[in-house]
């Protein structure tokens, strides 16, 4: 925080650094290559991949722990280079179901320019996951801009239960297909 009291760094950038030093000190539990768990309180979070039921492939999942907050939250997630998606409108989709879902869950995608300067997000806070839900695909459109450096995606969980997810996908659409983006683009309802 030294170099924020200075002028030095910004809040954002201060907070891409300070994500870079969770992600590689510790807060991957058992997850494969490329995934990590981070949020605003990942010791409160178990994350890993299981088994699902019969002879379904394995899933990931986090899940609370006894130092889960009703503040924090964490999430599993990983980042690549926009290359192949730079000025195109992008769809994610994830299989997910939850259990015991008390705050609430949801994939999220971001799309980050120079400097971890948001441009788009998204992560399903105004359509979330709660209580118990069977496994469901669900979906994240957003316009990934020619200035974009990265793609931020993944699964979290504010409050306690536990979400299992898999099968993300990425796809170029129509701009005829609705973004989802939680940013606008220009303001709505100025006159009651």
């Known amino acids: 925080m030294y170099l924020l009291n200075y002028g030095v760094l910004n809040m954002k950038t201060a907070v891409f650094i300070l994500f870079l030093v969770f992600a590689f000190n510790g807060f991957a539990d058992d997850l494969p290559e490329g995934w990590i768990k981070v949020g605003s309180n ?3 979070y178990d994350a890993g991949v299981v088994m699902d039921e019969g002879d379904n492939p394995p899933v990931a999942f986090i899940k609370s722990n006894d130092k889960t907050d009703e503040s ?3 999430t599993v997630m990983q980042q690549f280079f926009p290359k192949e998606y730079l000025g195109k409108r992008v769809e994610m989709t994830v299989l997910m179901k939850s259990e015991d879902v008390d705050g609430w869950a949801g994939a999220w995608l971001r799309i980050d320019g120079n400097f971890s300067k948001t441009i788009a997000f998204d992560n399903m806070e105004n359509r979330p996951l709660k209580g118990d839900r069977d496994w469901k695909e669900y979906s994240i459109v957003l316009d990934v801009s020619e200035e974009a450096e990265s793609i931020n995606y993944g699964v979290l969980l504010a409050g306690d239960g536990q979400v299992w997810f898999d099968d993300f996908k990425f796809k170029e659409v129509s ?3 609705d973004v989802t983006n939680v940013f606008r683009n220009k303001p ?4 009651f």
């Open 175 to 177: 701009n005829s297909v």
């Open 42 to 44: 990942p010791a409160g």
């Open 72 to 74: 924090g939250f964490g």
């Open 188 to 191: 709505l309802n100025n006159s």
